[in-house]
């Protein structure tokens, strides 16, 4: 699908990958229709995007006050062509440590808060027969990471889900892509409490995602890595499991031993 003259919705686009999507949508001639929790960030991305749409403040996690949102947005900017499902919240830690509360909240932000922006949209592009929808995922999603246990739980849902719609609105001329990033240069760590401090693999930026974005609508392409080498770890992962466990347990060797000695 074409971007020039669509309408884009892109939510948790206060920042990081979901400030890049808007910006790269906008470059090609869409409209941005931005949704994130806090509006004072929203009006700053939307006055960078030479006010190329319109913003609407909700938490995805509520479906009530999302809906609001997403009808305010399409009043304003007319029907809407693509979904870029962005929101999302980490947690990092070992699972014994984990609250109730963040399993919860984790749950309803990156599950939840994804089933009910495409729910919303989904049934007006199903009418016009046209749309693109596209979840960002993880590679969390498709190689469980050790010490994210409760957060790659969540991007394999939304992997999951990716991959049966996909075939669900096929028939009705809708498209739909999961793209997959490594660590993101963002203030995502920040975040969940626990800043990136790994040397490998080295983080990417926000704006190298949103190039996959738009890649992934403009040539309708069902999944794709940032960085790209990241999928032959997923073909590793699927042929020879014992290689891949071998693998993380190199990597996350250190993490592991700190944990051990706590216990």
Known sequence: MELHDRVVIVTGASRGIGAAVASAVVAKGAAAGLIARTGGDLEDVLAQLGHRGAAATADVADPVALARAIAALEAELGPIDVLVANAGIG?????????????????KVNVLGTMYVIRNVLPGMIARRRGHIVTIGSIAGRIGSPFEAAYSATKFAAVGLTEALAVEVEPYGIGVSVVNPGPVASSFGEAR?????RDRPKPVAPAQVADAVVDAIEHDKRELYVPHWFRPAVVVRHLVPPMLRWGTRRSFRDELAADGATR
């Open 91 to 107: 947690a990092y830690g070992p699972f014994a440590d984990i609250e109730a509360d963040e399993m919860e909240r984790l749950v």
């Open 193 to 197: 409490g626990h800043p990136y401090d």
